[in-house]
């Protein structure tokens, strides 16, 4: 037999993204619970809105199953005297499991035999089992913040108002804190009796007689109906929504009971950069956007209400009028900031703080463009900075990209004013009132500024894209110009806090500086940028100068040592072996580029019947040569005293310059099928050859020889690593 539990904590209104986190949290934790516990379900499903978590778990069993568990005891040769009578051991143990001495089996093993025990252990009702679980749910960790609330030892996301737990029709006897599980839930704040709970005895009457109370507990079913509204609305405006998941997502788990409104705006705000007045209304209202065939926005917003009132017109105009009034601002900070032009707002930056030991934002421009001038000219972009350059010359005339003729400029020198220009003028637009206002729209106004200032487009592009990518997976520049900008803009933050200590920790990271190098090796990867990272951060060390507070070999190595993680745990995430990304990254890693085409090119190696074999005998090589003292570089073939090491010596300087020359090309799928060519060597070596021998000048020179194979893949990766 089978029942149903319904589970709903019910709560003050939770954060918009707490929802689904803490929903996918919770049905995975149930389920496990239930798994662990030998419980067996049908399905979990989860539901929830701001002021309600739900579980429901279909056709779970009854009881827990019988089972059998088989407990080793003494071994059969301690297990009696001379003369057959059981010792103290076998009494002890018998008497510990609960069964006669005769009831005893005898199991042969790797290590000798042995005497057990097989015990029934009843199955437990799932009635009984529950409480705990529901309570272990409910205690679970699964929010950034959880708050108390009164006096009572107990917390969670908000206030619990109420516990609803009914299996097979019911309530499940626990209480958390002071609040007791029960057989009720509420509907809506507003749209329903607040005072009056509604009974639930099965998950079916759950959902509908909430949705009689005015509450869509289904988050898709709300999606639905949100996403009907949008499209409904926009079409009696005659244009369409402007696409934006994330906020269709965000109002989805803002409101129990969804309907869409449409509002309007005066036309005269539409003269505002369209992003201003997508901003104000997204950010600050959450409203949706309309845009007409064209893709030219309209003077319409559309707004997810969670009430459906008497008048909606009262609601309507309510909705009108706070925009106006974020409009109105905007309009008024946008006016002031084109009366100045960014290039003349770069020197404001002197009086904003970037952090306290790292100086002004102005010194981080500063720095930062010199380090994006760095990375162009290492990639064969750009120029590299002339002497005495400084990054404040590209405030001139004379370095302005503008004022360059292009048809007889040098590319190198273009590239670097773009570089520079663009680095210098990437933080100016922190200084108005527009970003002031509207912090979201930093780099997006300083693009609109520098178009508007006749800047040249590559410089205007940059500025709004050094700040991608902005969050994990999001869109990566797409000019080169920005991402190297983008580059030297994290790159100088990372150096920066981690040469002051600000180092992030399992539950701080006050800079993002994880997303910072997750977005750095992003756009590396993307554009197939081939500067190594120890040489960037090198040369964003050389620009800190006397701002780092560590050692800068200390932090170099720390800085490289999280780049290295990062990277392990983005190939991680694509599928890549680990043990194929630990022997690249065991190697010399800091060219990403080519260190992920090697992973891949691993990947595909370890599917060669020799490469197992192989890899067995470059462990031993490892393993050999691990405290070993190499006292020569050269293989001396006077001293080979068996056919087996001058064959390995041949064939391994036959196919050296073959392994080098595809190491050139970055061929490495040659290269490792190569490597798999010498599989017979290695094996008649180790079997015929004592490396460790007691002469000690034979000694050496085998050491010697396999350090000299291990130096053939030693720099590709440390193939000793592979677990094939």
């Known amino acids: 037999m089978s029942k149903d539990l319904l589970f709903e904590i019910g709560t003050e209104e939770m954060p918009a993204g707490f929802v689904p986190k803490a929903l996918g949290s919770l049905e995975a934790f149930l389920k496990k619970s239930l798994d662990s516990r030998k419980i067996s379900y049908e399905a979990v499903l989860s539901v929830g809105t701001p002021r309600r978590l739900a579980l429901m778990a279909t056709g779970m069993a009854e009881r827990q199953p019988d089972a059998k568990v088989e407990v080793r005891g003494p071994q059969v040769k301690s297990a009696f005297d001379e003369k057959g009578n059981p010792s103290g051991a076998l009494i002890g143990f018998a008497k510990a499991q609960g069964v006669a001495i005769e009831d005893l089996r005898r199991v042969k093993t790797d290590k000798g035999e042995y005497l057990c025990a097989t015990k029934e252990i009843k199955g437990e009702d799932t009635e009984k089992i529950l409480p705990g679980i529901l309570l272990d749910v409910i205690n679970r960790d699964f929010f950034a913040k959880a708050m108390r609330w009164g006096a009572y030892d107990i917390s969670f996301a908000r206030p619990i108002h109420w516990i609803l737990a009914v299996y097979g029709g019911r309530v499940v006897d626990f209480s958390f804190g002071h609040i007791k599980a029960g057989n009720v839930t509420y509907g809506h704040r507003f749209l329903s009796d607040r005072t009056r709970p509604l009974e639930v005895g099965s998950a079916d009457a759950y959902i509908k007689k909430l949705r009689d109370a005015h509450v869509i507990v289904d988050p898709a079913e709300r999606r639905s109906i949100i996403e009907q509204g949008l ?45 201003v007045i997508v901003n104000a209304m997204r950010e600050h209202q959450r409203y949706f956007s309309i845009v007409n065939r064209s893709g030219a926005l309209m003077p319409y917003f559309l707004t997810v209400a969670n009430t459906r009132a008497t008048d909606m017109d009262v609601v309507r105009k309510g909705n009108e009028r706070v925009l106006r009034a974020r409009l109105n601002d905007a309009k008024f900070y946008y006016e002031q900031d084109i009366k100045k032009r960014l290039v003349d707002r770069v020197d404001a930056l002197k009086g904003v703080v970037f952090q306290a030991k790292l100086g002004t934002s102005y010194e981080k421009v500063e720095r930062f463009a010199s380090l994006a001038i760095f990375i162009g000219a290492k990639l064969g972009f750009s120029r590299a900075v002339d002497v005495g350059e400084k990054p404040a010359d590209f405030a001139t005339d004379a370095l302005d990209p503008a004022s360059l003729d292009r048809s007889n400029a040098d590319p190198g020198l273009y590239a670097k004013c773009v570089l520079g220009r663009a680095a210098l003028l990437a933080k100016a637009d922190l200084t108005s009132g527009m970003v002031g206002e509207f912090p979201k729209l930093q780099g997006v106004m300083g693009a609109i500024y520098a178009r508007r200032e006749g800047e040249v487009e590559e410089v205007a592009t940059a ?55 997750l977005g750095i090796i992003a756009i590396i990867l993307d554009k197939g940028f081939r500067a190594p990272l120890d040489g960037l951060v090198d040369a964003a060390l050389d620009f800190l100068g006397k701002k780092l507070l560590k050692g800068r070999e200390e932090t170099k190595e720390a800085v490289l040592e999280f780049f290295k993680e990062r990277l392990k745990n ?43 074999s192989l890899v067995v005998a470059f462990k031993r090589v490892s393993n050999i040569l691990k405290g070993a003292t190499i006292t020569t570089d050269k293989v001396d073939e006077s001293l080979f005293s068996l056919p087996e090491e001058a064959s390995l010596y041949n064939t391994e300087k036959e196919i050296a310059p073959k392994i080098e020359g595809y190491w050139q090309k970055g061929d490495y799928e040659a290269v490792f099928s190569t490597l798999a060519s010498i599989k017979g060597d290695i094996d008649a070596f180790f079997d015929k050859v004592m490396v460790m021998a007691e002469d000690e000048g034979v000694r050496n020179n085998r050491l010697s020889l396999l350090s000299s194979l291990r130096g053939l893949y030693w720099r590709i990766a440390d193939l000793s690593r592979l677990t094939v």
């Open 231 to 275: 499209l409904h609305e926009a079409g009696k405006a005659d244009g369409r929504v402007l696409p934006d998941e994330g906020l269709v997502e965000e109002v989805t788990y803002l409101v129990e009971y969804p309907v869409v409104l449409r509002g309007s705006f005066s036309e005269e705000f539409l003269t505002l950069p369209r992003d």
């Open 463 to 517: 500025i709004y894209e050094h700040y991608l990518p902005s969050a994990s997976g999001g869109a990566l520049p797409v000019s080169v110009p920005g991402a190297i900008v983008s580059i030297a803009d994290k790159l100088d933050t990372i150096t920066g806090c981690f040469g002051v200590g600000l180092i992030p920790t399992g539950a701080q990271d006050q800079y993002a500086l994880r997303r910072q190098a």
């Open 570 to 612: 983005q190939l991680l995430s694509q599928d890549l072996s680990f043990d194929s990304i630990d022997a690249v990254l065991s190697a010399p890693w800091f060219d990403v580029v080519d260190a992920v085409k090697r992973v891949k090119a691993l990947e595909g190696f370890k599917k060669d019947p020799a490469c197992a």
